[in-house]
């Protein structure tokens, strides 16, 4: 058996301002944009990289879902983005007014620090110890 999880579905208020949001500030690579009607579209991003899981930034279609924008987890910590260089990145998104709710922490497995997106999710920015 082979798998491995491809996508997720993130829920959003806005598909421009989620696609601003993660291509200009986060540097997420837009991979597709289709109209499916005249309220939704399919909208995938990707970090930039090799590998990893993609993106679907889906537009909050009811009242339900709209109260989970941004809470998708009930306050922990949703998704967790590796990086080859933490600190280049944890200041290039500093620059950019995305806000830490935790520094710049060593700890058994790495260098992690924890960001909100722009609805409010918590990202853990990691990077992995090398193996000795």
């Known amino acids: 058996m082979n798998q491995r999880l491809v996508q ?3 829920l959003v208020n806005d598909y ?8 200009n500030i ?4 837009l991979l597709e944009d289709t109209t499916l009607s005249e ?9 930039a990289g090799e590998g990893g899981c993609n993106i679907l930034l889906a537009k909050a279609a009811n009242e339900e879902q709209q109260s989970r924008v941004g809470n998708q987890t009930g306050g922990r910590v949703f998704l967790f983005l590796h990086t080859d260089d933490i600190r280049r990145d944890h200041g290039k998104l500093t620059a950019q007014g995305v ?5 710049l922490t060593e ?3 790495g260098t992690v ?12 920015l990691i990077e992995p110890k090398q193996p000795s």
Do not use: M, Q, S
């Not at 421009?16 to 291509?23: K, L, Q, R, S």
């Not at 806000?99 to 520094?103: D, G, S, Y």
């Not at 960001?115 to 853990?124: A, E, Q, R, S």
């Open 8 to 10: 997720i579905a993130l």
């Open 16 to 23: 421009d301002e989620a696609i601003t949001y993660y291509t």
């Open 26 to 29: 986060l540097h997420f690579e």
């Open 39 to 47: 309220t939704k579209r399919w909208v995938v991003v990707k970090p």
């Open 99 to 103: 806000v830490f709710i935790r520094p």
């Open 107 to 109: 700890e058994t497995y």
């Open 113 to 124: 620090a924890v960001f909100k997106d722009l609805y409010g999710n918590l990202w853990d």
